[in-house]
């Protein structure tokens, strides 16, 4: 998948809602454990700012093309947070700002060595971490596009499966983007190759990890993945396919690390 910046933040756009019609949810409120599944997703994607500040601390933010694409990826994450924000308030439940930073508090130290680390790792590794995070962020956002989709189909519900399917697919223009950066400097550097496939099996884990809980962790990859290993493998070679990480399988590994069934 090649990926066209300049079209990219041309074409770029907030994810829209208006048109559905959420009064749907009246008549046909979503469960209890959608609701925990999109609340966790709400918080990730409000988390993106987060990740962003990480990733400019280090040498990505010298490189024109990821610094273009991280300033409209932040955009277009936050919109995604909104919109699921607004489902859930059509349930009662309150997404605000202050319950964000309260949360983000309660982190503490772990949020605030973020950056130190992404800092530390740059220096030690050079050039070498930029392939690192990029293919880091293509696992994210691979897993972020069957997620919405899973969730999707799970649901079909008329106000909800549409937007998460429009989340899905400005979510599969971040993983063109990720993908083509990973696989040009994984393949003009051994060394890339090596790192990368030491990040991948050894430190991945699934998109939340760090900032949730691992119940909660494991709670909504249970609910959204149960019964779907072929999904998860269809991940996998998607990764596998990258130069260094043949023969890996990063999605499960990862899951049976913290013990989430598929």
């Not at 919109?79 to 997404?95: C, D, F, N, P, T």
């Not at 930073?101 to 971490?129: C, E, T």
């Not at 499966?161 to 429009?166: A, V």
């Not at 190759?193 to 949730?212: C, D, E, F």
Request: charged share 30%; hydrophobic share 40%; glycine share 6%.
């Amino acid at each position: 998948m090649a990926f066209d910046l300049e079209k990219f933040a041309e074409t770029s756009d907030r994810v829209r809602w208006e048109d559905l019609d959420f009064d749907m949810f009246l008549d046909e409120p979503l469960d209890t454990e959608t609701l925990r599944s999109l609340r966790y997703m709400c918080d990730v994607e409000y988390h993106t700012s987060c990740y962003l500040r990480d990733l400019l601390v280090t040498r990505s933010h010298r490189e024109d093309e990821a610094r273009g694409f991280m300033t409209t990826w932040n955009r277009e994450e936050f919109w995604h947070g909104e919109a699921l924000s607004a489902v859930l308030a059509r349930h009662g439940i309150i997404v605000d700002y202050d319950e964000l930073k309260a949360k983000r508090v309660k982190l503490g130290w772990q949020l605030a060595l973020g950056p130190a680390k992404q800092a530390m790792g740059s220096n030690l590794v050079g050039d070498d971490f930029i392939a690192v995070q990029m293919s880091w962020g293509a696992a994210n956002e691979l897993s972020a596009v069957a997620a919405y989709r899973r969730l999707s189909k799970m649901t079909d519900h008329p106000a909800l499966s549409p937007l998460l399917e429009r989340i899905a697919q400005q979510e599969t223009r971040h993983v063109a983007f990720y993908t083509t950066q990973a696989r040009e400097r994984l393949e003009n550097s051994e060394s890339a190759r090596k790192w990368v496939r030491l990040a991948l099996t050894k430190v991945w884990k699934p998109v939340g990890s760090g900032i949730m809980d691992d119940d909660e962790i494991q709670h909504v990859m249970s609910h959204l993945f149960s019964g779907q290993a072929g999904e998860l493998d269809k991940l996998d070679r998607r990764v596998a396919r990258f130069p260094g990480m043949e023969g890996t399988t990063l999605f499960r590994s990862a899951f049976e690390k913290m013990a989430i069934p598929v």
